[in-house]
């Protein structure tokens, strides 16, 4: 009974896409947030984007603002997060992370979440 399989990634060029998947069918517990982090090597864990799955409410760092797209599919229980324009900084691995609270503007706090993913390796290189 695992809660969050994140899939997705992978070797992508400067400029290309991805889009990463976070199945989390595996809580009998409904989530309200739904977010993705990411840590590179030698590098804190970041928050980088988040979903309410009851309303659709998204946050992004102001890195990817204008390149990723979080949604969510609430009848597959599946949140992605489509990345475009992809950078060599983008590099690191995600992770998919859900929380049985909504609390809006403190989103990118990591503690908030109850359930962590695997997490999936993004590279972009040339």
């Known amino acids: 009974q695992v809660p969050l399989v994140e899939s997705g990634g992978g070797l992508v060029q400067p400029g290309g896409s991805l889009r990463l998947s976070c199945a989390a069918s595996g809580s009998s517990m409904p989530y309200y947030a739904i977010g993705w982090f990411r840590q590179a090597p030698g590098k804190e864990r970041e928050a980088v984007s988040c979903?309410?799955?009851?309303?659709?409410?998204?946050y992004y760092v102001d890195s990817v603002k204008g390149r990723f797209t979080i949604s969510r599919d609430n009848a597959k229980k599946t949140v992605y997060l489509q990345m475009n324009s992809l950078k060599p900084e983008d590099t690191a691995v995600y992770y998919c992370?859900?929380?049985?609270?909504?609390?809006?503007?403190?989103?990118?706090?990591?503690?908030?979440?109850?359930?962590w993913g695997q997490g999936t390796q993004v590279t972009v290189s040339s």
């Open positions: 979903i309410s799955t009851s309303d659709g409410s998204a």
């Open positions: 992370a859900a929380g049985f609270g909504w609390y809006g503007s403190s989103w990118y706090r990591t503690h908030l979440y109850d359930h």
